[in-house]
Nanobody
């Protein structure tokens, strides 16, 4: 089973930036829509952002509040999450996930919609 692995996390001070990457662990059968989620300690997994298989259509959750931006990578089924002006509340494990099909016909904010997950990456923001 192909997994979608997130990387690029780290520890930054408030106001800093990070760029997370997402790549499949193997060959994926087709172009996929990609979602980003995060999970803070003791909290449920939260939707951050998603883009369609073309990478053109994008949706954002409330957590980024205009500070986050997603993009599709040039390599097959890769993507990025650019996070600016980070705050301590952004501290979480960040995950990317994939869905094969038209993501907007599904509940793209629901983690159960996505069929391929992988390892997350830890982001820690200190004040």
């Amino acid at each position: 089973q192909v997994q979608m692995d997130a990387s690029g996390g780290g520890s930054v001070q408030a106001g800093g930036s990070l760029r997370l990457s997402c790549a499949p662990s193997g060959r994926t059968p087709s172009s996929v829509a990609m979602g980003w989620f995060r999970q803070a300690p003791g909290k449920a997994r939260e939707f951050v952002a998603a883009f369609s298989a073309s990478g053109i259509e994008k949706k954002y959750g409330d957590s980024g509040n205009g500070r986050f931006s997603i993009s599709k990578g040039s390599a097959r089924n890769t993507g990025y999450l650019q996070m600016n002006n980070l705050i301590p509340e952004d501290t979480a494990v960040y995950y990317c996930a994939a869905y094969v099909g038209q993501i907007w016909s599904r509940d793209f904010r629901d983690e159960s919609t996505y069929t391929r997950w992988g390892q997350g990456t830890q982001v820690t923001v200190s004040s």
